[in-house]
């Protein structure tokens, strides 16, 4: 079989896989999905999506994924593209991979299994198989770009289209920006020089990134500040989205092959071997690394482009070590062992992927979810303000069709600590006095409790809740609560 | 561009011009108003009893100058400061399109716009140290004179700007190898200390504490921060053609300058220059990928544009209103002179310069009790303690109690709050004045 035939087909078993697990429920999962599926519905409609049309908040968003998404929304039926699209969209980091990994070794043994293990990096593939998460688009665009850095020679026009496009889609393309003064750095030291080309893209990047991304987000600096930086999050659970980084959590979530075959390229070649690609991508893993470290970005996204560059380090290293067996005696054998490290890596991966995705499967409560938000729009007029835990504003929003008091974003929330803490004190204050007055400052009529508000908030039911004022009007996993009193200042 | 000869002129003429189109577009984007100040500028023009008075208050009392007038010596400075930069250029032997650029640099830097728009005296500092250093090129024991003149002038503004000028001096032996620099510092130090020692005795040893607000670095991307980023990035590219020490002298600049942000345009004009040559090489060299070239170019062009275009547009917010203007000509003219008036801190500067009454705290307060006067205001802001609040406003003869709508969100997350519920007691608070959410208090509790 030829090799472009074989890597297709590799993408298509592992675009069947993500879409089989996708298919186990119509629905999306995690909060985030329901933000861009409103997004995309209301392209759709022709709805200005930076301004909240329930709640009026302004969003500072860049609207191109949403815009890709809906524009195929129009090709094909809308339930299968807020599936399908995402889920062609990150498994094509699969032909990148490939790409980048043959352009380091020419070997296609090698390169095939790269891409089949970028296929299926674990935290990568459990936050983007059900999801309408950015990181789809991000991940193989991101790749792209160092595949087209990689060949400036004849690559340079795809390098600034995939620059523009990624720089108008999210922020993490100044991490590549940040990795390419890495890479001057590490040019330096080790006393090599870069060509005219390099220098000349390097500074054209670095000028075109902080300018665009300046123009793009420069009300959200304007606003907050350095808080910008962390997303304007109240302190409460700065914590929790910016965690510690651990290097067994790592491996898990990243895959041990890739991560530590990744690990051993960076000492090599760092200390040992001039490589001058080995030393961009190096760059990059220590720019990831370090932001990751200083907890500049939350750990779920750090992880996920650790996961990215740690794929494409190993190849390389992987690539010296099959080089090495096929002078040595077990030459005869290579392609047993060949064929049993590929069944080994992949099991790994593989197993990995498709356990977190089944554990998510399982513990998703969507189904009822979805029931249980179509009825609180049937039993709630259009305009109820609902109280809920940031973890489902979205959901809310776009199931419900009602405005939120609080979600995931606090970009452009003047008080976000106050406005976090008054949704916390509603929802575990047992003082249904002290509760009233947060309903009233926010003019609530109803509470939605999830199994993940609950677990988050380390409750099971609403403390404050009464048969007068806040009656259950739905039980089971999910709550419903009505406000029914009001309070009279006397 | 052709450059004939050093006194080419077409570079200053060029640089004045976009220096008036970049002052017009802050007046453009305000729109018609009748107050030609922005807001920090009142902070500094309201006298402070308890801080000792600059030269710019002098100035200004003297000459009978007012708002306009400070606004008129402020934008005048900077225009000549144009001018002394390119004499300075000139005598530094820096040529062609280098010079063009590190003047039109000048000319956009939001420092430029603060310093012009923002009466606060740093203008007046600008020149009188460029006429200073383009003083000390010339072997003139004359010329030396007035250049300390200049520098000792400085002083009254901050002291750090001798610290700088002895670095200047020190650098300038370095290259000369002319033992009359180490004399000249030595002099500097000594006027110095004779002219600032009633505030030396009097002054210094007490502690004060300044209740200026420093603004946001990130969130301005100007005022005294005052370099905009896209020329502070390619001004940080232009050292690597400079030898290292411009990047040691770069980096004590910056660091003096987050410690007394007057001193940063020192820093602006160094990486203004740093920034002028990395553009003017970038023009000179051949590029393997010309079209790259052209729209890295365009793109440098737009980013050192929009930093300025930016901050004059935040400045165009910066106030005073009409409303807070029509507000402080009611308290000027219906309060007794010598009321007290009790507001949050940033409503102080405009109570002072506008309505001539005094503040318990200000923005610009810099006092030996300030400590104490911000406690009492946070205190009686945010209290529903009413005997307390009526035992504090009494213990600091609080006459007037002011309310402004910016209160509401800030101080306050919704009205009826705190110091502003105690306020509907109309035993102890009569209401003066209520208009556009604008409310004046007055207090009856036996001033």
């Known amino acids: 079989m030829r090799r472009h035939t074989q890597v297709i087909l590799l993408f298509i078993i592992i675009l069947g896989i993500r879409l089989t697990l996708a298919g186990a429920t119509p ?52 339930s299968a593209a807020i599936k399908l699209i995402p889920n062609i969209l990150a498994t094509s980091f699969v032909i990148v991979a490939y790409l980048i990994a043959y352009t380091l070794t020419k070997d296609h043994y090698t390169s095939f299994l790269t891409g089949a293990l970028s296929g299926f990096i674990p935290i990568y593939f459990v936050s983007t198989f059900n999801h309408l998460t950015i990181y789809s688009i991000v991940l193989p665009l991101m790749g792209l770009l160092i595949y087209y850095f990689i060949h400036l020679e004849e690559g340079i026009y795809g390098y600034c289209a995939t620059l523009v496009l990624l720089s108008l889609i999210h922020p993490s393309v100044l991490i590549f920006a940040a990795g390419l003064l890495m890479y001057m750095l590490i040019l330096f030291v080790e006393k090599i020089k870069l060509t005219q080309k390099e220098r000349e893209v390097i500074l054209f990047t670095i000028i075109f990134v902080l300018w665009s991304q300046f123009i793009l987000y420069k009300r959200i600096f304007l606003v907050h500040g350095w808080n910008a930086v962390w997303q304007n999050l109240p302190s409460a659970l700065l914590n929790s989205y910016f965690q510690d980084f651990s290097i067994l959590g790592a491996i898990y979530l990243i895959d041990a092959v890739p991560f530590l075959f990744g690990l051993y390229a960076i000492r090599q070649y760092l200390f040992k071997i001039k490589d001058k690609n080995m030393y961009f991508l190096i760059s990059i893993a220590l720019s990831i690394g370090l932001i990751l470290w200083t907890k500049l970005i939350p750990l779920n996204t750090g992880l996920i482009l650790l996961g990215m560059i740690m794929v494409l380090l190993f190849p390389k290293n992987f690539h010296k070590r099959m080089d090495l067996l096929s002078k040595s005696r077990f030459s005869k054998h290579q392609i047993w062992i060949k064929a049993f490290l590929l069944i080994f890596f992949l099991a790994t991966a593989v197993g990995a992927s498709i356990h977190l995705s089944y554990n998510e499967i399982k513990e998703s409560t969507i189904e009822e979810e979805y029931y249980v938000l179509e009825r609180l729009n049937e039993i709630s007029d259009p305009g109820s303000m609902i109280l809920n835990d940031i973890v489902d504003g979205n959901k809310i929003m776009a199931i419900a069709e009602r405005p939120t008091m609080i979600d995931s974003d606090f970009l452009m929330v003047r008080n976000s600590d106050i406005q976090y803490e008054d949704m916390k004190t509603a929802l575990t204050s047992p003082h249904i006095t002290q509760v009233a007055e947060k309903l009233e400052k926010y003019n609530i009529e109803y509470i939605y409790l999830s199994p993940k508000a609950k677990e988050r908030l380390e409750i099971n039911k609403l403390p404050s809740a009464n048969e007068k004022c806040l009656p259950l009007v739905y039980d089971g996993e999910m709550q419903i609560y009505e406000w029914r009193c009001k309070v009279i200042e006397t | 561009m052709e450059m004939q000869g050093d006194r080419n002129m077409k570079p200053l003429a ?52 007012g708002a306009q007038g400070a606004l008129t010596l402020s934008i005048s400075s900077m225009m000549i400061s144009i001018i002394l930069i390119w004499a300075l250029l000139n005598r530094l032997e820096i040529k062609g399109r280098l010079r063009l650029f590190t003047l039109l640099l000048w000319v956009v830097s939001p420092i430029f716009l603060h310093a012009s728009y923002i009466a606060d005296g740093i203008a007046i500092v600008i020149v009188l140290q460029l006429i200073g250093f383009i003083l000390l090129t010339y072997k003139n024991w004359f010329g030396h004179i007035i250049a300390a003149a200049c520098f000792l002038g400085s002083s009254f503004h901050s002291l750090w700007h001798i ?25 500097l130090i000594i006027g110095a200390v004779i002219l600032h020692l009633k505030t030396f005795i009097e002054w210094y040893p007490k502690e004060h504490i300044t209740l200026v607000s420093q603004g946001s670095w990130i969130s301005d991307f100007g005022g005294l921060g005052g370099i905009g980023i896209f020329t502070a990035v390619i001004g940080l590219f232009g050292f690597w053609y400079l030898k290292k ?84 000509i009611h308290i000027k003219q219906r309060t007794p002179h010598g009321s007290i ?36 205001t946070r205190f009686v802001l945010h209290t529903y303690n009413l005997p ?38 109309k035993e102890h608070f009569t209401p003066l004045y209520k208009e556009r959410e604008y409310e004046l208090y007055t207090v009856n509790s036996g001033v």
């Not at chain 1, 409609?45 to 908040?57: K, V």
């Not at chain 2, 018609?32 to 801080?51: D, F, I, K, M, V």
């Open chain 1, 27 to 78: 629905h999306l999962y995690e909060d985030e999905s329901y933000y861009h599926l409103r997004n995309v519905e209301g392209i759709r409609e022709g709805e200005n999506i930076r301004s909240n049309e329930l709640t009026g908040r302004q969003h500072i968003i860049s609207p191109v994924y949403d815009y890709i998404i809906a524009v195929f929304t129009y090709i094909i039926p809308f």
């Open chain 2, 14 to 65: 060029i640089a004045i011009l976009t220096a008036l189109i970049v002052l017009s577009s802050v007046q453009l984007l305000r729109g018609t108003t009748t107050q030609p100040l922005l807001g920090q500028s009142y902070a500094h023009l309201a006298s402070n009893p308890e801080a000792p008075n600059t030269p710019l208050h002098g100035i200004l009392t003297y000459f009978e100058m």
């Open chain 2, 163 to 187: 610290g700088i000028t002895m670095g200047v001096l020190y650098y300038m032996y370095t290259q000369r190898k002319e033992v009359s620099y180490i004399w000249q510092s030595f002099a």
């Open chain 2, 245 to 328: 020490r411009w990047f040691i002298i770069g980096l004590i600049l910056l660091s003096i300058g987050i410690v007394e942000r007057s001193t940063l345009w020192y820093f602006g004009l160094l990486i203004g220059y740093t920034a002028a040559q990395t553009i003017e090489k970038l023009i000179e060299s051949q590029w393997a990928l010309p079209e790259l070239k052209q729209i890295t170019l365009l793109l440098i062009a737009c980013g050192i544009v929009f930093s300025p275009l930016s901050y004059a547009r935040e400045m165009a917010d910066f106030g005073p209103t009409e409303e807070i203007f029509d507000v402080m």
């Open chain 2, 341 to 376: 008036i009790f507001t949050a801190p940033h409503n102080g500067r405009y109570i002072q310069a506008l309505g001539r009454r005094e503040v318990i705290a200000a923005e610009k307060y810099d006092g030996k009790d300030a400590k104490l006067r911000m406690n009492m």
């Open chain 2, 388 to 425: 307390g609040a009526l035992e504090a406003l009494e213990l600091w003869n609080v006459t007037h109690i002011l309310i402004t709508p910016d209160m509401i969100g800030t101080i306050w997350e919704e009205p009826e709050k705190e110091l502003h519920y105690l306020l509907n007691n």
